[in-house]
Protein backbone atom coordinates (compact mmCIF):
# COMPACT_ATOMS: atom_id res chain seq x y z
CA UNK A 1 0.00 0.00 0.00
CA UNK A 2 1.47 2.94 -0.64
CA UNK A 3 1.26 6.59 0.95
CA UNK A 4 1.99 10.05 0.46
CA UNK A 5 2.27 12.53 3.36
CA UNK A 6 0.26 13.58 5.82
CA UNK A 7 0.31 9.90 7.22
CA UNK A 8 0.88 9.41 10.90
CA UNK A 9 3.65 6.22 11.31
CA UNK A 10 4.43 5.18 15.21
CA UNK A 11 7.58 3.49 14.78
CA UNK A 12 7.48 1.83 18.23
CA UNK A 13 5.28 0.40 21.00
CA UNK A 14 4.99 3.47 23.32
CA UNK A 15 3.49 6.27 21.24
CA UNK A 16 6.56 8.66 21.71
CA UNK A 17 7.99 8.24 17.76
CA UNK A 18 5.25 9.62 15.33
CA UNK A 19 6.80 10.46 12.23
CA UNK A 20 5.17 11.43 8.45
CA UNK A 21 7.43 10.43 5.80
CA UNK A 22 6.85 12.44 2.41
CA UNK A 23 6.53 9.06 0.82
CA UNK A 24 6.14 5.21 2.25
CA UNK A 25 5.10 1.85 1.15
CA UNK A 26 3.67 -1.02 4.00
CA UNK A 27 3.14 -4.40 2.59
CA UNK A 28 1.56 -5.61 5.53
CA UNK A 29 -1.75 -4.09 5.61
CA UNK A 30 -2.73 -4.71 9.23
CA UNK A 31 -0.26 -2.14 9.92
CA UNK A 32 -2.58 0.32 8.61
CA UNK A 33 -5.51 1.10 11.48
CA UNK A 34 -7.98 4.05 11.99
CA UNK A 35 -5.46 6.56 10.00
CA UNK A 36 -2.25 5.52 10.52
CA UNK A 37 0.72 3.31 10.23
CA UNK A 38 1.57 0.96 13.31
CA UNK A 39 5.13 0.15 12.60
CA UNK A 40 8.08 0.29 10.79
CA UNK A 41 6.71 0.59 6.45
CA UNK A 42 9.05 -1.09 4.17
CA UNK A 43 9.89 1.30 2.03
CA UNK A 44 10.51 5.26 3.05
CA UNK A 45 11.28 8.18 0.78
CA UNK A 46 12.10 11.84 2.25
CA UNK A 47 12.44 14.57 -0.09
CA UNK A 48 15.16 16.94 1.46
CA UNK A 49 14.85 20.18 2.09
CA UNK A 50 17.26 23.10 3.58
CA UNK A 51 14.99 23.09 6.52
CA UNK A 52 14.88 19.31 7.25
CA UNK A 53 18.34 17.96 5.57
CA UNK A 54 19.69 17.60 8.81
CA UNK A 55 16.57 15.96 10.83
CA UNK A 56 15.95 13.33 7.88
CA UNK A 57 19.98 12.56 7.09
CA UNK A 58 20.53 11.90 11.25
CA UNK A 59 17.87 11.44 13.37
CA UNK A 60 14.97 10.13 10.91
CA UNK A 61 18.11 7.57 9.36
CA UNK A 62 18.18 6.52 12.79
CA UNK A 63 14.86 5.78 13.74
CA UNK A 64 13.74 4.24 10.37
CA UNK A 65 16.73 1.81 10.84
CA UNK A 66 16.51 0.85 14.41
CA UNK A 67 12.35 0.45 13.97
CA UNK A 68 12.83 -2.15 11.09
CA UNK A 69 12.13 -0.11 7.67
CA UNK A 70 13.72 -2.57 5.18
CA UNK A 71 14.87 0.82 2.99
CA UNK A 72 15.10 3.99 2.75
CA UNK A 73 15.80 6.56 0.17
CA UNK A 74 16.79 10.82 0.45
CA UNK A 75 16.13 12.76 -2.53
CA UNK A 76 17.94 15.70 -2.29
CA UNK A 77 16.55 18.26 -5.21
CA UNK A 78 19.50 20.62 -4.84
CA UNK A 79 22.22 18.08 -5.35
CA UNK A 80 20.34 15.80 -7.33
CA UNK A 81 20.76 12.95 -5.77
CA UNK A 82 19.06 10.11 -4.14
CA UNK A 83 20.88 8.58 -1.45
CA UNK A 84 19.58 4.79 -0.83
CA UNK A 85 19.55 2.47 2.41
CA UNK A 86 18.55 -1.21 1.66
CA UNK A 87 18.85 -1.53 5.61
CA UNK A 88 18.37 -5.52 4.75
CA UNK A 89 21.91 -6.30 3.09
CA UNK A 90 23.90 -3.50 3.64
CA UNK A 91 24.86 -0.48 6.60
CA UNK A 92 26.84 0.91 3.41
CA UNK A 93 24.37 3.79 1.49
CA UNK A 94 24.25 3.57 -2.21
CA UNK A 95 24.50 7.12 -4.14
CA UNK A 96 22.28 7.69 -7.56
CA UNK A 97 21.74 11.14 -9.33
CA UNK A 98 18.78 12.06 -11.48
CA UNK A 99 20.72 10.54 -14.45
CA UNK A 100 20.14 7.09 -13.29
CA UNK A 101 17.57 4.34 -13.14
CA UNK A 102 17.30 3.61 -8.83
CA UNK A 103 16.18 0.06 -8.46
CA UNK A 104 14.03 -0.70 -5.32
CA UNK A 105 15.72 -3.83 -3.40
CA UNK A 106 12.38 -4.38 -1.53
CA UNK A 107 10.80 -6.02 -4.68
CA UNK A 108 13.94 -7.88 -5.24
CA UNK A 109 15.48 -4.42 -7.87
CA UNK A 110 12.63 -5.93 -10.22
CA UNK A 111 11.54 -2.76 -10.01
CA UNK A 112 13.17 0.60 -10.72
CA UNK A 113 12.36 4.38 -10.73
CA UNK A 114 14.00 6.15 -13.97
CA UNK A 115 15.17 9.74 -12.41
CA UNK A 116 15.90 10.78 -15.44
CA UNK A 117 12.02 10.83 -17.01
CA UNK A 118 10.61 11.85 -13.16
CA UNK A 119 13.33 15.11 -13.45
CA UNK A 120 13.01 15.83 -17.44
CA UNK A 121 8.87 16.95 -15.95
CA UNK A 122 9.97 18.76 -13.16
CA UNK A 123 13.26 20.44 -13.56
CA UNK A 124 11.68 23.63 -13.77
CA UNK A 125 11.36 23.72 -10.44
CA UNK A 126 14.78 23.95 -9.67
CA UNK A 127 16.92 25.50 -12.37
Not at 21 to 36: A, E, T
Not at 84 to 107: L, R
Request: aromatic letters at 14%; proline letters at 6%; charged letters at 30%.
Amino acid sequence: MPFVSPVDVQLDEDDRTVVQPDVLIVCDRSKFQNGRVFGAPDFVVEVLSPSTSKKDSRLKLYKYGEAGVREYWMIDPNRKTIVVYDFENSDIPSIYSFDDKVPVSIWDKQCVIDFSRIYHDISFLYD
